[in-house]
């Protein structure tokens, strides 16, 4: 099955707990329609690059999954219906990468950011 990687963001006067709850529930909807979810993580409150629905901030949460894409358009589809979800983003990718995200690694086991420019 192809693989992917969601993004999704809950409005800010959320509780943690149902942010979390929120997770579940799309992770449901794809168990129900075929896939299941590699990884999830939960990003926190982070601020927005705008506002979307007068909202200046957001819950993010990060979503690995191995779905048909019918799965997949299902639960993006519920997401945009939901009133608690102000945005959704779906990249399909060839694989998952090991660990955790980005995100979640601390400044110190990225790496240094010169150290990129100058390989290239």
């Known amino acids: 099955m192809p ?3 969601h993004v999704l ?3 800010q006067d959320l509780s943690n707990t149902q942010a979390e709850g929120l997770i579940e529930h799309f ?3 794809l168990a129900d329609n075929g896939g299941k979810v590699v990884e999830n993580e939960y990003w926190g409150i982070r601020t927005l690059a705008y506002k979307i629905n007068k909202n ?3 819950h993010y949460a990060f979503l690995r999954t191995d779905a048909p894409s019918d799965a997949v358009h299902e639960m993006e589809r519920l997401a945009r219906l939901h009133d608690d979800v102000m945005r959704v983003m ?3 990718v060839d694989t998952h990468e090991e660990g955790p995200s ?3 690694q ?3 086991e990225r ?7 100058d390989r290239n």
């Open 102 to 104: 980005i995100q979640m």
């Open 111 to 117: 790496g240094d950011r010169r150290e990129r420019r």
């Open 90 to 92: 779906t990249i399909k």
């Open 27 to 29: 992770s449901t909807v």
């Open 3 to 5: 693989l992917y990687e």
């Open 106 to 108: 601390k400044r110190d």
């Open 56 to 58: 200046r901030k957001g």
């Open 9 to 11: 963001i809950a409005r």
